[in-house]
């Protein structure tokens, strides 16, 4: 079973691990990702500052919801005490690599689901976010064309 940026969201997370444990077949494993907080994720970070800066929280605190959901240990208890064999719950980071670069970083972020509330700033907002978010970005990315990093938990349960 894969669960991919997912099971934060479920609103009864232990009714979920449940579920789980009853759908797997025996030796069965269960792998589940959830983002780590937001400052982690280096891209994503460096927006919500952006937008904390133009005094606009709102849009910050919507960019921080999939990202401060859930921490590493809710997560962990969940599963714990249901019965599976082995729970291993790691951190994993990556580099972040968007094809076209740092160019294609508003592209991006207008696809997220709070990239709406983005469009609905008047144009000079816009262009402002996007020129302070840019300069944020241009300081953090590495010779190799990385733009930071994307940090995740990762749990592996075995039944």
Same mark, same amino acid.
């Given at each position: 079973?894969?669960?991919?940026?997912?099971?934060?969201?479920?609103?009864?997370?232990?009714?979920?691990?449940?579920?789980?444990?009853?759908?797997?077949?025996?030796?069965?494993?269960?792998?589940? *990702?959830?983002?780590? %907080?937001?400052?982690?994720?280096?891209?994503?970070?460096?927006?919500?500052?952006?937008?904390?800066?133009?005094?606009? %929280?709102?849009? &910050?605190?919507?960019?921080? +919801?999939?990202?401060?959901?859930?921490?590493?240990?809710?997560?962990?208890?969940?599963?714990?005490?249901?019965?599976?064999?082995?729970?291993?719950? *790691?951190?994993?980071?990556?580099?972040?690599?968007?094809?076209?670069? =740092?160019?294609?970083?508003? *592209?991006? =972020?207008?696809?997220?689901?709070?990239?709406?509330?983005?469009? &609905?700033?008047?144009?000079?907002?816009?262009?402002?976010?996007?020129?302070?978010?840019?300069?944020?970005?241009?300081?953090?990315? *590495?010779?190799?064309?990385? =733009?930071?990093?994307?940090?995740?938990? +990762?749990? =592996?349960?075995?039944?």
């Amino acid at each position: 079973l894969l669960c991919q940026q997912g099971f934060q969201f479920f609103p009864d997370k232990q009714k979920a691990a449940k579920e789980i444990y009853r759908v797997l077949k025996p030796k069965g494993k269960a792998v589940l *990702t959830t983002w780590r %907080p937001v400052e982690e994720c280096e891209m994503f970070g460096a927006l919500c500052k952006t937008l904390e800066i133009l005094e606009l %929280p709102d849009i &910050a605190n919507l960019m921080r +919801v999939p990202f401060n959901f859930l921490t590493q240990q809710e997560l962990y208890e969940a599963f714990r005490g249901l019965g599976f064999s082995k729970i291993e719950l *790691t951190v994993k980071s990556e580099p972040l690599y968007l094809k076209g670069g =740092i160019d294609t970083a508003t *592209t991006f =972020i207008y696809a997220t689901p709070f990239g709406s509330h983005l469009r &609905a700033l008047p144009e000079e907002m816009q262009e402002l976010v996007f020129h302070l978010f840019l300069e944020k970005l241009k300081a953090m990315q *590495t010779e190799d064309g990385a =733009i930071g990093y994307m940090v995740a938990n +990762v749990l =592996i349960a075995e039944k």
